[in-house]
């Protein structure tokens, strides 16, 4: 079998599948193809994201009997501060012994020092070659599917016959010519991605969260990792140099105590929808290739994606009627729940500018701070949509249910906001 690509996806997939023939004592070779050196500095070996892995990526590896290693743990976080127009609200965990970590997936920013064993897809695409998989540090070209043959795989200096072939390529890099496969990749749009340093470093396991500028943002995050800290800004049409307004806001505001200095950079896309075609006779994509959850925790998605594969692989089958039949619902229930994702940034997008929305959700979130934890419900929410810990849906029936309304009714009637009125 041939996985394209060592990301999460493709890392998961051999973990899983190799785990389940080694438990029925069944003989696989799995060969995974990664073009990148993930042991190196800057965007040549990093899979370009903020880092942030969710407690369901945590678990997912202890189901494995893996966990992060120390030495690739940068940050623990514990909770998530917004800025948002005069308010300043701390978002605490809704449930505090799930863990949310901050790794490098390559060995730190380009001008940074970062050992090399930090990086968080070394690790995994390790255990995979640790669990019997081949890696070939290869860039695959192209595949041919012919109908009752294995597929040809080929790349620069080699071609070989695979009884399946599964696309764990991303969205970041140009997908090999598949002959014989009706294959489109997800629809996407450009982030921005930045590596700085500060001389002092703000707490560890905080990430700040802010909105406001520059135009077209939806929001933007600082998350620590150790020494350095990854910002990541999402939002439609930011323009090309984004990150200096963006990081002169949070001067302005306090939250920088002084001009950072900036190490990497680069602009990733990120799957706004599923792929079509993305199964089919000997073939199935993974991952961000096939589907992602809508802007947040796609480690998880890549693991939740890539496990289901291969257990469809395992116990049904690689004819593209098992595909269709257990693994198709997969991909389309991940992207069922992004359409009431769409919804609640759709939401968040008004909310967050000036308005009527905007100041009933800032007086319910201070006003939140005064009672039990218990009862911070928007507070809860927000805390699922940044880390994506939670369902779309059921953030969505948080929102639209009664303690929900009750706290925005009550918050209609508060004094005004001033800038001094900060909950911490
Ligand atoms: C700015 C940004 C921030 C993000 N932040 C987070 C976050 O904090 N937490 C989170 O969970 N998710 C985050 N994501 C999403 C996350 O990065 C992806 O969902 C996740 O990396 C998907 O894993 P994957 O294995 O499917 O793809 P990738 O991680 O892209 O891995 C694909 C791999 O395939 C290799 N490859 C591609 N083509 C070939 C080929 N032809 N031959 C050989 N190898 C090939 C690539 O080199 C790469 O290593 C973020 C995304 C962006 C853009």
Redo the contacts with the bound molecule.
């Keep these: 079998m041939a996985v394209?690509?060592?990301?999460?996806?493709?890392?998961f997939f051999t973990l899983h599948l190799l785990k389940a023939a080694r438990s029925n004592g069944f003989p696989l070779k799995v060969t995974l193809?990664?073009?990148?050196h993930?042991e190196l500095p800057g965007p040549a070996g990093c899979?370009?994201?903020?880092?942030?892995?969710?407690s369901r990526?945590v678990m997912g590896l202890q189901e494995l009997g893996l966990s992060v290693p120390p030495s690739v743990i940068m940050g623990r976080l514990r909770r998530y501060m917004l800025h948002w127009r005069q308010t300043r609200v701390a978002i605490e965990p809704p449930d505090p012994t799930r863990q949310i970590l901050s790794v490098f997936?390559g060995a730190g920013p380009k001008l940074g020092i970062v050992p090399p064993e930090a990086s968080f897809?070394t690790f995994l695409l390790s255990q995979a070659e640790a669990a019997g998989a081949s890696v070939v540090p290869?860039?695959?070209?192209e595949v041919t599917f012919a109908p009752g043959e294995p597929a040809e795989v080929r790349?620069a200096h080699r071609h070989a016959a695979f009884e399946l072939v599964v696309l764990?390529?991303?969205?970041?890099?140009?997908?090999?010519t598949l002959f014989g496969m009706n294959y489109q990749k997800p629809p996407t749009v450009t982030?921005?991605?930045d590596e700085i340093r500060l001389n002092h470093p703000s707490d560890p396991g905080t990430v700040h969260v802010y909105c406001d500028e520059p135009y077209g943002l939806l929001f933007g995050g600082l998350?620590p990792k150790g020494d350095y800290i990854s910002v990541?800004l999402?939002g439609h049409g930011l323009p090309g140099r984004s990150l200096e307004p963006f990081l002169g806001a949070l001067r302005e505001r306090g939250v920088l105590r002084e001009d950072p200095e900036r190490l990497c950079g680069c602009r990733?896309?990120?799957?706004i929808g599923p792929a079509s075609g993305f199964y089919g006779d000997r073939f199935v994509a993974?991952?961000?290739?096939a589907v992602?959850r809508l802007y947040?925790?796609?480690?998880?998605?890549?693991l939740h994606t890539a496990k289901c594969a291969a257990h469809v692989v395992f116990e049904r089958g690689i004819a593209g009627r098992d595909f269709g039949r257990y693994y198709r619902p997969i991909v389309q229930a991940i992207a069922h729940d992004n359409r009431y994702g769409k919804w609640l940034f759709h939401m968040w997008e008004h909310a967050k500018g000036e308005g009527l929305l905007s100041t009933l959700g800032q007086r319910a979130l201070l006003a939140e701070g005064h009672l039990a934890p218990a009862w911070r419900v928007h507070a809860s929410l927000l805390w699922y949509m940044f880390t994506?810990d939670a369902p779309y849906r059921s953030t969505m029936l948080g929102l639209l249910s009664w303690p929900s309304l009750r706290n925005l009714f009550f918050a209609a009637g508060r004094r005004p906001i001033t800038r001094s009125k900060l909950s911490s």
């Design positions: 394209i690509g060592g990301g999460p996806a493709g890392s193809f990664e073009r990148k993930f899979n370009m994201c903020a880092g942030i892995l969710s990526v997936r897809d290869e860039h695959v070209l790349t764990a390529s991303g969205v970041n890099a140009r997908v090999p982030m921005a991605q998350v990541s999402l990733p896309r990120v799957a993974v991952g961000d290739a992602t947040k925790d796609g480690i998880g998605s890549a994506g």
